[in-house]
């Protein structure tokens, strides 16, 4: 078990510069840093000033170790994202990890809530539904899942914004507090989007995992023991079924950057989501080269530990 | 003396595109206690329904459609889910032909051997981990003590079935249906797990339904077979006898090509033809397609059951047609066996 | 060299598609067992798929454009703009702002419309006919479901199974490149191919290609490990049959109902995307997600605009919800369990 675990940490590095490679081919040979520039900007300014902005944040050496062994933004950009020096941001000059640091907290409160918020709604729905597989309940559930994966999220803000917080007036429409007793109130609205725009595919993978897991051999042979129906989802299918489940898990921690960077925005939540919709409209690149390498990283962490707790799960990878 | 199992006219049906399917078409069958009765056919022939239908396990959308199956004179088609439960793997017990996916992957095999106890007995865990672990020495799994917290993926697959048998016995079942229990299997290991089942059946009078098609297997354990085809019943009979004088022309064909029965050097014999597909399936004899010996009744009019002797039941024209002609006396009414 | 114009090209596009999409199908219909799920397939979801045929219709109709035939008097058009179908359909019909559907007068001020009574789902900020811009952003779905699609599909064919049959070195680069592409969240990807390549129309169909074709890449080089040592492969191998040929003939024929059901669940899933991004700022053009992000503050005026909203949000839900549905049954049909034998 322990080689793997190294083996796999290893190749979770090597996806890390991977991404870091690709970051820097996408930000400074895709966009020219001339372009950059000019963004931040505006098109009208004069040559030098493009080159003062250049050698002010840093873009103005050359790219590649080819050109200059010891100076040069490859190795420069590496050296920086790994030791998390994000440097300042390309649109107000902020340091961009005190940013990062304040919006930790507000992302959090909301992401955290919603992923817990959203295993326990949706495993209990999806165990029913798969219960009564093939009655009315069963097709109905699968209905409203098609229907309600069938709307967009930004269906979901518009009208959430709309119905509970301007008609009905239950919370507000926006804003945040961190206050811990106002915390509940603006959160409200965003979490029940987000629950809202993700139960149907939710119940709909569940439910496809206990039906497969249903329908294996070792449940007929449950059956022929004596063992109720009940008592055969609860202990033979779902144990079997925490396995892709686990999976599944995983893959909604980029959700949580969509509907984050989403909720986050339109909702007022002053998260790491809404740095970045922010550095998109201010053609932040700075910031947004961070943004994405955070987002990756914890992604790949979350995908190591994913792989990892498969040995709790499954007795089968444990003897790898 | 009624049989401890009594199976009238069992039907067994899954929906079709017009008409549903009769998979398993009238059966009637005795299992006495403590015998054991094997059940032969290809695969397609409606054995392995059959033995699911007897503890109501048919899967969907599959379902019993008509007949009885009686327990001690109890008609199990007639009880409640509940009691139908207490039935299964209770009173009678069913292992199947593939152990590697029929235990569940993440559950040690002694916790899962246990589930079954508990689930027809009150047991301390103490208690039920004890008899587990008596029933591994019994059933010739080595170190039985580590054996009880291994996990399926671990064992062999002789050991996996060894398992299966020690689950379906704990209950101490009146009724074991083995459905190909060895087919999955080595066959060195098919032989031990063979001779593991006669043991196993002598000293607890368990009676066997043994579902296979292998007839080797047919002549280590079986007291009395009965061959099925295409959903039905067509010779049924004590092993002795049907091995020695089959009397059916499928049961003769299936003997005749039998590798250790034929002759060096000549081609083997075999059926010609294929089984035909439920839609394709003749008004009469099922068989009738496929037979040496079919004259004009047979495509058209099924066969009745005829009784030409002690213990014996055939389905066939020609069969009747001979005996008729020699003017065979030695039917018996009102008693299947 | 001549410039060619946007337009033409469209046209181009469009009559190739429509040629291919008619190669498929006579295709399809000679297999016995394509053309046995088709017909189950038209017999379960008839509807939807008469839905999803609806939208193609439409957004064919504005894919084709030519220029002239423009009546002297349309003031809301420039002399020499190529026009496509729908366009011409809705010319002359703009107001000056907004009004509420069926409306005879303008929402704001009460002045007489134009054309009263005939904007059945009321105009915009510019005076637009919203059913004319709803219209319009069915193309703009398509291309983006479809298209992208159709360019993610083939790249992710080619390296999977290319990774996966011939395995070595090109094995290990693509799955490392798969690797890596997953690693990162989607949107974030998203956002920052985009933002790299500059915002416009085929900046967010390349980058919605290089974010889409991974999953399916990954999932045929799996595919394609598993089919390689199915025996038949390994007798064709032995009787001297060229590579290429194995992989045509034996390889992608078993992937060909992977193909369709990840077309059909790719593309309401590229469309939902853009839909965010346009949220973001940085979608297409003309989509019914941009028009949703426009009409998001008309619903705080008082009183309420809410029919830019209904029509644009209506749309792509209808036309997710056939595909999703058809999608669905065609999973089922296609499932591999159901299938004949590998070829």
């Known amino acids: 078990m322990g080689a793997y675990v190294i083996r796999r940490l290893a190749y979770g590095v090597g996806v890390i510069v991977g991404v870091l490679f690709l970051l820097f081919l996408l930000f400074f040979t895709v966009t020219q840093p001339d372009d950059i520039a000019r963004r931040a900007l505006g098109e009208k300014v004069s040559v030098e000033v493009i080159e003062q902005w250049k050698v002010n944040h840093g873009y103005d050496r050359p790219l590649w170790p080819w050109q200059d062994w010891d100076d040069n933004l490859l190795f420069e950009h590496y050296r920086r994202m790994l030791t998390f020096d994000f440097g300042v941001s390309d649109a107000d000059d902020s340091p961009i990890i005190d940013r990062i640091r304040a919006g930790v907290g507000p992302s959090l409160s909301l992401t955290v809530p919603l992923l817990v918020l959203g295993i326990l709604g949706g495993i209990p729905l999806s165990l029913l539904v798969a219960f009564f597989r093939e009655t009315y309940i069963d097709r109905t559930g699968v209905f409203l899942c098609v229907l309600a994966m069938s709307v967009s999220i930004i269906l979901y803000i518009v009208g959430a914004q709309y119905l509970i917080g301007k008609v009905l007036r239950w919370y507000p429409i926006s804003g945040f507090d961190a206050d811990l007793l106002m915390l509940p109130r603006f959160l409200a609205l965003p979490i029940i989007v987000g629950l809202l725009s993700g139960i149907g595919g939710d119940v709909r993978f569940y439910r496809t995992v206990f039906l497969e897991e249903s329908t294996r051999d070792f449940i007929r042979t449950a059956r022929a023991k004596g063992a109720s129906e009940p008592r055969i989802m609860t202990h033979h299918v779902l144990r079997n079924a925490l396995i892709p489940i686990l999976t599944r898990v995983v893959l909604a921690i980029p959700f949580l950057f969509t509907g984050a960077l989403l909720l986050e925005a339109f909702f007022g939540i002053p998260g790491l989501g809404s740095m970045t919709f922010d550095a998109i409209q201010a053609n932040d690149f700075s910031t947004l080269r961070t943004m994405v390498f955070i987002g990756s990283l914890a992604f790949v962490l979350g995908q190591i530990a994913t792989d990892l707790s498969y040995g709790l799960v499954d007795p089968r990878v444990r003897f790898e | ?337 | 060299m001549m410039q060619i114009e946007p337009y033409i090209f469209s046209n181009v596009v469009t009559l190739l598609l429509i040629l291919g999409g008619a190669f498929v199908a006579r295709s399809v219909s000679r297999e016995r067992l394509w053309r046995e799920a088709a017909v189950t397939l038209w017999t379960r979801r008839r509807f939807a798929i008469v839905v999803v045929g609806l939208y193609m219709t439409i957004g064919l109709f504005d894919s084709v454009a030519w220029k002239g035939g423009i009546p002297e008097d349309a003031i809301d058009v420039l002399p020499n703009a190529p026009l496509t179908l729908v366009d011409r359909a809705f010319l002359g019909t703009k107001e000056a702002s907004y009004s509420s559907p069926f409306a005879s007068v303008e929402f704001y001020g009460g002045s007489a419309l134009k054309h009263p009574g005939s904007h059945p789902f009321g105009t915009d900020i510019l005076g637009r006919d919203v059913l004319y811009l709803s219209l319009k952003g069915a193309r703009v779905a398509l291309l983006i479901g479809g298209l992208t699609s159709l360019i993610a599909i083939p790249l992710a064919l080619i390296f999977g199974v290319g990774a996966g049959y011939f395995g070595g070195r090109f094995d290990d680069f693509v799955f490392f490149l798969i690797s890596t592409l997953a690693s990162m969240p989607g949107i974030l990807l998203l956002i920052a191919l985009i933002m790299a390549m500059g915002r416009g129309t085929l900046s967010v169909c390349i980058a919605l290609g290089v974010t889409s074709w991974v999953g399916f890449c990954r999932l045929t080089r799996a595919e394609t490990l598993k089919l390689r040592e199915l025996d038949y492969v390994y007798a064709a191998r032995a009787l001297g049959v060229p590579e290429f040929r194995i992989v045509l003939r034996h390889i992608l024929p078993n992937l060909a109902h992977l193909i369709v059901i990840t077309f059909v669940l790719m593309f309401s899933g590229l469309v939902l995307s853009e839909a965010v991004l346009a949220w973001l700022g940085i979608g297409v053009d003309g989509s019914w997600g941009q028009m949703i992000d426009g009409a998001r503050d008309e619903l705080s005026r008082d009183p309420i605009i809410w029919w830019n909203l209904l029509a644009s949000g209506a749309s792509l839900f209808v036309l997710i919800l056939a595909v999703n549905a058809v999608g669905d049954a065609i999973r089922d049909v296609l499932d591999p369990r159901t299938l004949k034998e590998p070829s």
């Open chain 2, 1 to 337: 003396m009624s049989a401890l199992l009594e199976v009238r006219d069992l039907a067994t049906e899954f929906p079709g595109k017009q008409e549903p399917t009769r998979v398993v078409d009238g059966v009637s069958l005795d299992l006495d206690r403590g015998e054991v009765l094997a059940l032969v056919g290809e695969s397609g022939s409606g054995k392995s329904m059959t033995a699911l239908s007897l503890l109501r396990l048919v899967p969907k959308p599959g379902r019993v459609s008509a007949g009885q199956v009686k327990l001690d004179g109890q008609d199990l088609l007639g009880l409640s889910v509940t009691e139908m439960r207490r039935i299964r793997g209770g009173r009678i017990s069913m292992i199947f032909q593939e152990p590697t996916t029929c235990l569940n992957p993440v559950v040690r095999v002694g916790v899962q051997v246990m589930e079954a106890i508990a689930l027809h007995e009150t047991v301390t865990p103490a208690d039920a981990r004890a008899r587990t672990r008596e029933l591994f020495a019994e059933v010739g799994i080595p170190d039985p003590d580590a054996r009880l917290d291994a996990y399926p993926h671990e064992l062999s697959g002789g050991l996996k079935q060894r398992v299966m048998i020690a689950m379906a016995l704990s209950t101490r079942p009146e009724i074991l249906i083995a459905d190909e229990p060895t087919t999955a299997l080595d066959v060195t290991v098919q032989a031990q797990i063979l001779s593991l089942l006669r043991a196993l059946q002598r000293d607890r009078n368990t009676a066997i339904l043994l579902i296979t098609h292998d007839l080797g297997i047919v002549n280590e354990l079986a007291d009395r077979v009965a061959v099925m085809y295409a959903g039905r019943l067509v010779e049924v009979a004590a092993r002795r006898d049907l091995l020695a004088d089959p009397l059916h022309p499928y049961t003769k064909g299936l003997l005749r090509s039998i590798p250790a029965r034929s002759q060096a050097g000549e081609r083997l014999p075999e059926i010609p033809g294929v089984v035909p597909p439920p839609d394709q399936w003749p008004r009469g004899c099922r068989f009738s397609t496929r037979c040496a010996e079919r004259f004009e009744p047979c495509a058209e009019i099924f066969p009745q059951e005829i009784r030409p002797g002690v213990g014996r039941r055939v389905w066939c024209h020609e069969v009747e047609r001979s005996r008729t002609a020699v003017g065979n006396e030695g039917d018996r009414e009102g008693e299947t066996s």
